[in-house]
Every structure is written in C-alpha cells, then in structure tokens.
C-alpha cells in the first residue's frame, strides 16, 4: 500500500463481473495496484428503495462498491439531467436541452446520496477522481459533509462554451459545482481555456499567474489530459484479428471507408453520409471501388433526438444506395448494431481509409484505434475532424472541417489515392505519439498531477 493513500474512484457505472474490461478499467489498473482502493458507482440495478449503503464486489486487486437507483432516479438523474440537458449542452447543442425541474432535483439527489455515503468510507489520506459529467456535483456535497481530501474530476466530453452554460436554468449552480474540486482535468487545451473563460465571467474568481483559479476562497487547477487507448496492445489485437477473421468482402480493386461511431448527433454522421455522396457525384472514378462501412450501435434508445438521427440515417443511406448502386455493388453498408471489439479491430486494419468527422467530442478513440489497428508496411489514412479532441494530437492525419461536405469528399479523394510513401510517413508519426501517450501515461499524468496539488482553501 502507498503512504501516499488510497485512490477512489467514483465513475457513474460501476465495472462489474469477474473480468471488467474497458480502457478506464486498463487506466487504472497498476495505480489501484499501487495504491489499492475502491472503485464507486452505480449497479445498473433499478430498485424501489435503495440501500443507504454500498454493496460490495470482492475478486479483484481494489474494492468496488455499487449502489442502486430508483426508476425515477434512471429517469431524472441518468436519461433527464445527465443526458437531456447536460450531454447536449456539453456537445454545443443547448437547443436540443430538455430542462425539467425534477430532472435537476434527482441529480442533486443521487449526487448527494453519494457523497454522504462515500464520507463515511473515507480515509484522511485518500485521494478521490470523480469521472464525467454525471458527477458534477459530487465534490460540493463531499465538502458539505465534511471531506477535506483532494479531490479531482475528469471531464470525457467537451467542455461548453459559457454562452452555451448560461442557458442552464441554474447556470450559477453549475459553475458552483466546479468549485469543490482541486484539479479539473480536460481533454484538450481548447477546453481548458473555455473553463477559465467561465471562471473569468465570475465577480468571485480570479485567475492565478500560475494558470490556476480561485472560485471564492477555493483554488482548483485546469488542466488537459488527453485521454488514450492501451497502443501496444490493441496494435497487437488488430494483427491478431486480420490474421484468422475474414473481412469485409470486396471485389478486386475495391477499397474500404470506415466509420465507427455510437448513434449520436454529435458524431456527425448524416453529414458524413451526404459527403460520400458527394464523392461519388464528384469523383465518378471511385464508383463501384469504394464502399463505407458504417457501425452505429445505438444508445439512449428512450431520448427523443437519438430516434430522429436514426430516422435520418435509414432514409439518407437508403436514398443514396438507391441513387448509386448497381448489381454487384452497395456503397454504404450501415450497421446499426454493435460489432464486438476483436472484430473491430480486424475490421480496421482491411479499411484503406478511417473516417472520423464528429461535430464535436472530447476526444475520440476511435482515431487512436485506427491507427494503431493498421498494417506498419501498408498502413491506411485517417481523416479526422477538427472538431474532435484527438485532432490536437493528431496532426499527420487529414483533418477537415465536417460541416463542408466538399471538404470532406476531397479528403477521401485523397486519402484513397495517397502513395504508399505519404501514408507510411503519416502513419509513423501517429503512432510515436500514441506509443508515447497512451492509456497508461494518461492516467498517470493525471494522478501525479492531482496528488501534488496544494490542498486546502488559498
């Protein structure tokens, strides 16, 4: 055990089951090793009356405690604040937000719930990291109970433009909520930034010479953290998996685009659907050698918006294969379903081209994936959206702005025509940035970082 405490970490879903997998799960695994600890989050169990105590899953190096939530609390708290208002408001899209006050009500409430039972597990040298965005308030009402330990949260998503936050009924509470925190830790500079904006728009903060903030008497910290994949081994995974599964099958000369995304407005994929069709209009030349594969698992099924996007999705792939296709050929092939990881990674390797063109995202691991999934001596192309967090990084990739689809249907022109120098010079530098900073450094940087804060009030 490390004298300098154990490490908890709170996360909305707890991993369960004898083997949890995950990149979070592989992020943290030797700091819990050194460290040890607990893991915190919820069962996925819906129950009339929650326990006001954890229950407990043995088996592995930490401890996990799990706890229940009523169906209004899945409602309100999960599906209502956390991904009606929050999710698209985080993602630029406060027009899409549906505010309710018993939405606000349950997320306070599970929020609060938490933190009085986490209180009482505590060590005085303990170190907290509280994930994502379900969990905002969760430091404030550790502080109101009392615990004074550090505290860090990581953001997974983009942080909102504060013209976006002062949509928020209850904006100054959410700017509040930041306040019990000792380290935030964003994706990308960019969002950094646009955290310290809000901070400057408050008459009670001040911004530090250090880069650091005060938010009343509290000092907290910004900084980026790019989350990352486990390089090595999925590099490894990809191999493995071109090498004894059968690929997309193409006909001779054919080559393969594709996306991987969850069903989602910010991924951008309708745009990305009306780009490839640009490509075929534009660049005849291509017709009956390409096709995009697109994987769209779906997600929040109950959430109005993410019905509408599959609606749209059907109708534009149906109208564009219609348009395009003939007897032996289908440019988009959609699958709205998940595809399991091994296969994935297979999958990534055949594609000639990866296309990831969110409208907005924290980071996205696809890009990271796609790369390290490819062939060193013939690798494929990367077309990134300047939109995702991972452009910061990923420089050597095609980057495109996803909202101009000419843009983008020139960047597959090219990508499907690079020389094979060019794409092995492209890919060797994406790939030294992801061997250097992968999963492993990214949660070691976070953690060094938040447990050498200065603790306490300024």
């Not at 930041?178 to 400057?200: K, S």
């Not at 420089?395 to 983008?408: K, R, T």
């Amino acid at each position: 055990m490390s004298e300098a405490g154990r490490l908890i970490v709170v996360s909305n879903r707890l991993p369960l089951g004898p083997n949890p997998s995950g990149g979070l799960v592989v992020a943290l695994k030797d700091a819990f090793h050194e460290a040890g600890g607990i893991w915190v989050g919820t069962s996925g169990r819906i129950e009339a009356r929650p326990k006001q105590r954890f229950d407990s899953h043995p088996g592995l190096a930490f401890e996990r405690f799990s706890f229940d939530l009523t169906q209004k609390e899945h409602e309100n708290y999960y599906l209502g604040y956390s991904n009606s208002v929050l999710w698209p408001l985080f993602h630029g899209r406060a027009d899409l937000m549906e505010t309710r006050p018993e939405f606000l009500e349950d997320y306070r409430g599970v929020n609060a719930r938490l933190a009085q039972m986490l209180a009482s597990e505590l060590h005085r040298d303990d170190v907290i990291w509280v994930q994502d965005y379900h969990l905002l308030p969760l430091a404030q009402a550790l502080r109101d109970a009392g615990v004074s330990n550090r505290i860090g949260f990581f953001l997974h998503i983009p942080f909102p433009a504060l013209y976006d936050i002062m949509a928020l009924p209850n904006s100054e509470e959410f700017i509040g909520w930041l306040g019990g925190y000792d380290l935030v830790g964003l994706q990308t500079r960019r969002d950094v930034a646009r955290l310290l904006e809000v901070f400057r728009s408050r008459p009670d903060a001040e911004l530090l010479p250090d880069g650091s903030a005060k938010l009343g008497e509290q000092r907290i910290e910004a900084r980026s953290f790019p989350v990352a994949i486990d390089t090595a081994a999925f590099a490894r995974e990809a191999a493995s998996a071109a090498a004894s599964r059968p690929g997309v099958a193409l006909e001779p000369g054919e080559q393969l685009i594709m996306g991987v995304d969850r069903l989602d407005y910010s991924k951008g994929l309708p745009n990305r659907f009306k780009a490839f069709a640009r490509l075929l209009e534009t660049h005849a030349e291509v017709n009956g050698l390409v096709t995009l594969l697109q994987i769209a698992p779906p997600t929040r099924e109950a959430v109005a918006a993410y019905q509408d996007i599959r609606t749209e999705l059907e109708q534009l792939s149906g109208q564009i294969n219609g348009a395009y296709a003939d007897l032996t050929w289908t440019p988009i092939r959609y699958i709205h379903r998940a595809v399991p990881r091994a296969r994935l990674a297979g999958l990534y390797r055949q594609a000639a081209v990866g296309l990831v063109t969110p409208l907005a995202d924290g980071m996205n691991l696809v890009a990271k994936e796609y790369v390290a999934a490819q062939d060193p001596d013939n690798p494929g192309v990367l077309i990134l959206s300047d939109f995702a967090g991972a452009a910061e990084q990923m420089e050597d990739a095609l980057l495109v702005n996803p909202f101009d689809l000419d843009q983008v249907a020139e960047a597959m022109a090219r990508a499907l025509k690079m020389p094979k120098g060019e794409r092995c010079a492209r890919y060797d530098a994406l790939m030294d940035g992801l061997l250097r900073e992968d999963i492993n450094w990214w949660s070691r940087s976070y953690l060094k970082a938040l447990r050498g804060v200065s603790r306490g009030l300024s």
